[in-house]
């Protein structure tokens, strides 16, 4: 109990606040959390002296902006408390404007060219929905992140605005609809964060994994996860004690980490939070990679958050489960128990489909980046075809619909009784699809495309946008109705579904036949990330962000270009640090096993045939990884010398990667056929089955 008394201690909450600031600070703070006023300086400095003292007792020395630039990760610097009076003694001060802004560099973060390096202002400004925190010596104060002009430089500031666009959206359509106690929808996610573990010396040993996060070369183990023994098994003691570090560290920070558990592959485990409002739901999320990353050093062995990180085995995702509930916590996405309140559930899982259709390029751009196209589609992780899977009873009861609008009400809920000791419990709405990149859970949808190494942010600011949008349109058409009935709204999801229902599917994505069935619906399918970038800036997209004013279309410019720009980096880096590799230790490990064949040939005093034939092999080998290598060389050089970034983007998909897989597959070949002793780096068999899986 003793862990748990302490859960959210190093949290500056709203019950801290409510303790420490006077009665009449803590509610000018609480309106203007409610958007019903605005923090004035006098406020600020109030809230700024009670959070200073709190975080000094607490063993604070400096405070920091904790913001999300636009390469999706998390950034922060560091200022020291101490100040000095106008004799020069030590005076410790944080003021009500140091709390609101700080200032930093705006062109040295990824900006798309909204900023240019003479033009460099960049400003944070104190988010107060998220509540600072203390880890370490350092308060942490969540914020925006934004140009001297006004641009948005952040992941956080839209998803603000996409959060309380749909909120204003949702709710008008729903006091539309009669439901006149609805003040407020919230938009609510529950994250999945997948992960693997590996030995630290062994990590060290494998300049892949320290440079690009995955094995750009490795042979498969003799085991993999054929036996299927490793998905929720026993979780062995060393991985016990580390996520005990983790669970402490992020229970101290309020943050509700529930659910841990092996997952599918050797190596690979999961840990899931509550489900939370989604702008703190996606803070909490980056706050948990750090804190795996930092706490696996601490145990001896290193976090691996990288989609891919071993071929041929799971990848890791980010599930990415949203639901939308009022303020009453009705949700949305649950049917319900009359007629018409099911009618509106049916309304909006009907919305959802559309979007999912609509804009399913814009879900890829969000979902996915260089490192999720390794995952997709393969081991377990959905296919990269947006496709929505809502079970039998939804399915049925959407393809009803197309029909004829004069749906009837049914109860869903159906009962079973497993042991007879137990009394009949329900079924669930919908049984799972592991091949459906989005899958509907009888209350939420899981969005399962979402790479393990992505902030949530950029996902859900474009479904938060999405919805309003097209909420908004509703709410036009229904308000020129006189009468909103059952039977107005069902005429309204028939009409969705006629259009769009070709988007749900409840097969196996997995097979070749629905790859031509999906190509024949007119499903988009990208076989890599590159491919959809340039659907952020499509026509339909960029009217709905500015729809619902969370981008402008130079804001979606500029992020098109930041994605672009980093596809191309983590091409050119796989590249160099294979080419690296290859050179500097697999090539000369290589002749040197074969002046070993050499010398053995020539000691024995009978000629082998054996030597001789695993000589001209090696030799074979060593010929085509080395002419595989300079070929690789060459086009690297070759996409580098593209300026326009989309078409150095298209080259390094279409030829560097290629080139990368040949040089792969014959150092695969070296692994499989020199000694152990002879070869450079740790194992597949090593890296997943170290002594601590054991």
Not at 35 to 40: A, E, L, P, S
Not at 201 to 217: I, S
Not at 243 to 256: A, K, P, S
Not at 462 to 470: G, I, T, V
């Amino acid at each position: 109990m003793e862990k748990f008394s302490e859960f959210g201690k190093n949290v500056f909450s709203r019950e801290e606040m409510k303790k420490r600031l006077p009665r009449p600070i803590y509610l000018k703070w609480k309106k203007a959390l409610y958007n019903v006023g605005t923090i004035d300086t006098e406020t600020a400095d109030a809230i700024a002296h009670a959070m200073k003292v709190w975080a000094l007792e607490k063993g604070a020395t400096h405070y920091a902006h904790f913001f999300q630039p636009m390469h999706g990760l998390t950034a922060e610097k560091h200022d020291a408390f101490v100040d000095k009076d106008e004799d020069g003694n030590l005076l410790l001060r944080f003021s009500g404007s140091s709390l609101i802004k700080g200032e930093t560099d705006g062109s040295s973060f990824p900006n798309g060219g909204l900023r240019a390096t003479f033009e460099a202002r960049g400003y944070t400004y104190w988010d107060i929905t998220s509540f600072a925190f203390v880890r370490e010596h350092v308060l942490y104060i969540p914020s925006i992140f934004i140009s001297y002009t006004g641009e948005k430089l952040d992941m956080k500031a839209p998803l603000i605005e996409a959060v309380d666009a749909l909120s204003t959206q949702a709710t008008k359509l729903l006091q539309l609809l009669g439901k006149t106690d609805v003040k407020a929808v919230k938009t609510k996610i529950g994250l999945e964060q997948e992960y693997f573990l590996i030995d630290e010396k062994l990590y060290r040993e494998r300049p892949d994994l320290k440079f690009t996060g995955r094995t750009l070369v490795g042979n498969e183990a003799p085991k993999g996860q054929e036996f299927e023994d490793h998905y929720f098994g026993a979780i062995n003691d060393r991985v016990i004690k580390f996520m005990e570090t983790v669970n402490e560290q992020l229970w101290n920070l309020g943050i509700y980490a529930k659910v841990e558990h092996n997952e599918v592959a050797y190596g690979q485990y999961e840990l899931s939070a509550l489900y939370e409002d989604v702008v703190l739901a996606v803070d909490q999320n980056l706050i948990m990679m750090d804190v795996l990353k930092r706490a696996a050093r601490k145990h001896g062995m290193v976090c691996l958050l990288h989609e891919k990180p071993f071929a041929n085995i799971n990848g890791s995702g980010k599930h990415n489960n949203f639901s939308l509930q009022t303020q009453d916590n009705v949700n949305l996405f649950e049917p319900q128990d009359n007629a018409y309140d099911n009618t509106i559930f049916i309304l909006f899982v009907s919305l959802f489909v559309k979007l999912m259709d609509k804009y399913a390029g814009l879900i890829h751009v969000a979902a996915r980046d260089a490192g999720n196209d390794h995952r997709l589609g393969g081991s377990e992780a959905p296919p990269a075809i947006v496709s929505v899977f809502l079970g039998d009873v939804m399915t049925d009861l959407l393809e009803r619909l197309k029909v004829s609008s004069e749906l009837e009400y049914e109860d869903m809920t159906l009962f079973y009784q497993p042991l007879k000791r137990i009394e009949a419990i329900p079924y669930d709405n919908t049984d799972r699809n592991r091949t459906s990149p989005i899958s509907f859970t009888g209350n939420k949808f899981e969005v399962r495309m979402l790479g393990s190494s992505r902030s949530a942010a950029m996902l859900n600011i474009s479904l938060a946008s999405m919805f309003a949008y097209e909420i908004k349109q509703i709410i036009e058409r229904l308000e020129n109705t006189s009468d909103i009935s059952q039977e107005t709204i069902l005429k309204l999801c028939q009409e969705i579904v006629q259009e769009h229902g070709h988007v749900v599917f409840k097969g196996d994505g997995y097979t070749e036949a629905w790859q031509v069935e999906a190509k024949q619906r007119g499903l988009r399918n990208y076989e890599s990330f590159y491919q959809c970038i340039d659907c952020l800036v499509e026509a339909d997209v960029i009217k709905m962000f500015e729809g619902v004013k969370v981008f402008s279309q130079r804001e979606l410019e500029a992020r098109r270009t930041i994605l672009y720009e980093q596809f191309n980096h983590t091409l050119n880096t796989e590249a160099r640090t294979l080419i690296m590799m290859v050179n500097q230790d697999i090539l000369p490990s290589l002749m040197k096993y074969i002046r070993e064949v050499i010398r053995t040939d020539v000691a024995l005093e009978q000629k082998s045939a054996s030597v001789q034939r695993i000589q001209q092999f090696l030799t074979t080998v060593l010929d085509g990884l080395d002419e595989a290598t300079l070929k690789l060389e060459e086009v690297r050089h070759t996409a580098l010398a593209i300026e326009d970034e989309k078409r150095q983007s298209e080259y390094f998909g279409a030829h560097v990667r290629p080139c990368m897989d040949v040089v792969r597959k014959y150092c695969d070949q070296v692994e499989a056929h020199i000694s152990r002793q002879h070869y450079p780096y740790p194992t597949y068999a090593e890296l997943l089955f170290n002594e601590f899986e054991y």
